[in-house]
């Protein structure tokens, strides 16, 4: 296979440049890290899955108007998506008190918060992506007041869509993460919906039992993180019952230096 060109890589993740203009390939690594990268590990099938379910959300998100990034799928590993310039602003919306919510604000974890939150972070590692207001996004020009109203109702839509995917399979949807991109189209930049949405940038628990079934089994070293993703996934039916085949011949590639 030629060498394609790479365009960024980032913890997750990396971009090659796209078939196309204005495409990117976006590759799913089964790196892991928390704390802006001060613990790293593996999570081992994890790009596998990520791939699998974030195509899943995204293509099901599309059909109900939000527009995104995703074109397709190519393989177990790579998604074909839009090139955007990704707006510096990691938007969090909660549900239920959890993480960074309740250790800054002193709010036991799991209290179901009596309205969503929506909460921006600067998108700067070298920072570490802290919490802003609207009126740090305007004075610093990361995006317009007509943007950021469409990140917000995209954010609310997204969240409404998702509590419901996932209620429908037993799974409490508390926190989440939303990257959001700008296109241009002639001399107008329309926003959509970027990055991923998967156990890595969600918070799942189990509505029974409220186990994690997200990457804070990692952040916490709760263990179990390769079997609590590929249950998301398979709860969402990506994996047929019973079976990790397309797990198994992920890890044979693998082996094979493929
Ligand atoms: P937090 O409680 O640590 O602020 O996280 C809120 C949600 O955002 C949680 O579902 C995990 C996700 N998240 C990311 O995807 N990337 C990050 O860098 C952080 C800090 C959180």
Not at 51 to 57: F, K
Not at 135 to 155: K, L, P, T, V, Y
Not at 159 to 166: I, M, Q, R
Not at 206 to 218: A, C, I, P, S, V
Request: with cysteine; charged share 30%.
């Amino acid at each position: 296979m030629s060498r394609r060109r790479q365009i960024y890589e980032g913890k997750a993740k990396i971009l090659y440049e796209g078939p196309e203009p204005g495409t990117l390939i976006q590759y799913f690594k089964d790196d892991a890290t928390a704390f802006n990268a001060q613990k790293k590990g593996t999570i081992s099938g994890k790009g596998v899955l990520n791939n699998r379910i974030s195509e899943h959300v995204f293509t099901l998100l599309g059909t109900i108007g939000v527009p995104t990034h995703f074109i397709r799928r190519l393989n177990m590993r790579e998604q074909l998506i839009r090139q955007v310039e990704i707006i510096p602003i990691e938007v969090v919306v909660r549900n239920v008190a959890a993480g960074s919510l309740s250790k800054r604000l002193g709010i036991e974890e799991g209290t179901q918060l009596p309205r969503t939150i929506i909460e921006y972070y600067y998108k700067d590692d070298a920072l570490g992506d802290p919490l802003i207001a609207d009126e740090h996004i305007a004075c610093f020009g990361w995006a317009s007041q007509e943007e950021m109203n469409d990140i917000a109702d995209m954010a609310v839509r997204v969240n409404d869509f998702l509590c419901g995917l996932f209620a429908a399979i037993g799974i409490r949807l508390v926190d989440f993460k939303l990257e959001f991109g700008r296109i241009w189209e002639n001399d107008y930049a329309r926003v959509i919906l970027a990055d991923e949405i998967s156990p890595d940038g969600c918070r799942l628990w189990d509505m029974q039992t409220n186990e994690k079934l997200d990457k804070d089994r990692f952040r916490r070293d709760l263990g179990g993180e390769a079997e609590a993703y590929q249950e998301v996934a398979r709860r969402l039916g990506l994996l047929p019952e019973g079976e990790n085949s397309v797990l198994d011949l992920d890890q044979h590639r693998q082996k094979r230096g493929k």
